[in-house]
Structure formats: structure tokens, C-alpha cells
């Protein structure tokens, strides 16, 4: 069975930055798109950015040109770069296959405030 692990999140102001990482088990790492999804309190989870398993990014418009995703295949990793962040990008933070599966991890908190 899969398992996705988040982490990085935290507080931080508008205008700072943080980076996300998620360790992803259970599943031939190298073969899959995968992605990174947020649900901000009372909206639906979106997809912010995915990259394919050859390293090609793909960013919602929301976020292009402040967030960069990678993948490191050889640790099983995939990571979300998060810069010049906005308080509407405030959310829990998830990553997951790309389309997702039915299986999600616990996500990362990211907050952003003054």
C-alpha cells in the first residue's frame, strides 16, 4: 500500500518562503507523476503542482513562478519549493500520485500571516 509523509511545514509572513518534502513508500517511485495538493478550510483540495516522472513540472496558475516542484528518485522524495508565499496560500499541504490515489497522508500545515 502506498504511504505519503509530509513535512516542512509552518508559520511564516507574507513574502517568506518554505519548503515542503514528502517521502513516498509502497509503490515504484520512479514510474509515477506525482503531485502536490492543499485544502484550505472550507474549500475543496486542489492540485498546485505535479511533476512527471521524468522531472517535468506543471504549476496551477495560483502559484507559477513562486512554487517549484522536484523529485529525488534515488530517496523516494518529492519536494515543494514555496517562495514570496501570500496568506491565500494558507492550507493543509498533501502529496500524492498524480491523479491522486485514494490514500493520503497526513499533510503539513503551511500558515501564512503578519
Known amino acids: 500500500q502506498v504511504q505519503f509523509v509530509e513535512s516542512g511545514g509552518g508559520s511564516v509572513q507574507p513574502g517568506g518562503s518554505l519548503r515542503l518534502s514528502c517521502v513516498v513508500s509502497?509503490?515504484?517511485?520512479?514510474?509515477?507523476?506525482l503531485g502536490w495538493h492543499r485544502q484550505a478550510p472550507g474549500k475543496q483540495r486542489e492540485l498546485v503542482a505535479r511533476?512527471?516522472?521524468?522531472?517535468?513540472?506543471d504549476y496551477a496558475d495560483s502559484v507559477k513562478g513562486r512554487f517549484f516542484i522536484s523529485r529525488d528518485d534515488a530517496k523516494n522524495t518529492v519536494s515543494l519549493q514555496m517562495n514570496s508565499l501570500k496568506p491565500e496560500d494558507t492550507a493543509v499541504y498533501y502529496c500524492?500520485?498524480?491523479?491522486?490515489?485514494?490514500?493520503w497522508g497526513q499533510g503539513t500545515q503551511v500558515t501564512v500571516s503578519s
Open positions: 500524492n500520485q498524480s491523479p491522486p490515489t485514494n490514500y
Open positions: 511533476i512527471s516522472h521524468r522531472g517535468r513540472p
Open positions: 509502497g509503490i515504484i517511485f520512479r514510474v509515477y507523476e
